[in-house]
């Protein structure tokens, strides 16, 4: 069983940044899919970036692309997702999840969660 736990979340005026950490209970060797998800109120869970293939490809959603980047720490078993430029429309619940190596990580159905963690951010 993969376990994953978010925090760094929090409340932030617009144009600020923020630093969420994921960490997992598995070997970053195992090249595992990461994720980054969100879902605000009222919308479905949108998929913001992947981190694959032991960090040869990532890949960002049109709507964070180049103000979020996703990385991790090999030697901490932590995936970060770097918030820079942050929007009102950022406003979410941030989930990490973790499933099976594949190539195409942003189209899979990622089986293991993280409790999630809220970010707000204020105009």
């Known amino acids: 069983q993969v376990q994953l736990v978010e925090s760094g979340g929090g409340s932030v005026q617009a144009g600020g940044s923020l630093r969420l950490s994921c960490t997992a209970s598995?070997?970053?060797?195992?090249?595992?899919?990461m994720g980054w998800f969100r879902q605000a109120p009222g919308k479905e869970r949108e998929g913001v970036a992947h981190?694959?293939?032991?960090?040869?490809?990532?890949y960002y959603a049109d709507s964070v692309k180049g103000r979020f980047t996703i990385s991790q720490d090999a030697a901490k078993n932590t995936l970060y997702l770097q918030m820079n430029n942050l929007k009102p429309e950022d406003t979410a619940m941030y989930y990490c999840?973790?499933?099976?190596?594949?190539?195409?990580?942003?189209?899979?159905?990622?089986?293991?969660w993280g409790q999630g963690t809220q970010v707000t951010v204020s105009s």
């Open positions: 598995i070997s970053w060797y195992s090249r595992y899919c």
């Open positions: 981190f694959y293939l032991g960090g040869s490809s990532t």
């Open positions: 999840a973790a499933g099976p190596p594949s190539n195409l990580c942003p189209m899979i159905k990622y089986p293991y």
